[in-house]
Each structure stands twice: as C-alpha cells, then as structure tokens.
C-alpha cells in the first residue's frame, strides 16, 4: 500500500491526511490494523518499543453502520 498511496501521505501518521473507519468486528479491526501496517511502517519513530506506528482506528455500533 505505501508503494501505491506514498505520494499523498506522509511517512508518519498525520490525523489530517487520513481517517480510518472500521466496524466493530475483530476481522475487520484486524483488517484495517493490516492495512494500517503496510501504509506506514516504522520510518523515524524514536521508540522501538513498540513494533508499528499507532494510527487510530474509529468505530461506530454496528446498528449505525450503514
């Protein structure tokens, strides 16, 4: 996916550049966690204890999913 959408996102996760949107199940939960990997792995980050960069993933009750 960087390879792909790497021209018009940052290396890093900027709130203004992307919002993530899932429902609240854990495939998809998962499946975004996954996408979220691959649009951006660790370039820059300064604590290496944790294994990628956290982007948050919002999520609406699964009756208000449309």
């Known amino acids: 996916l ?3 959408y ?3 996102l940052s290396l890093n ?4 550049e ?3 949107r899932s429902t609240d199940y854990d495939r998809t939960l998962m499946s ?3 996408n ?3 649009l951006y792995p660790l370039y820059n980050i300064s604590d290496d204890k944790i294994p990628i960069q956290p982007v948050p993933i ?3 009750p ?3 999913d449309f």
Not at 13 to 16: D, E, K, L, Q
């Open 18 to 20: 992307i919002h993530v």
């Open 62 to 64: 699964t009756n208000e």
């Open 2 to 4: 960087r390879g792909r």
């Open 58 to 60: 919002h999520t609406v």
């Open 13 to 16: 996760y900027t709130a203004s």
């Open 36 to 38: 979220l990997a691959g």
């Open 32 to 34: 975004a966690q996954a």
């Open 6 to 8: 790497g021209s018009i």
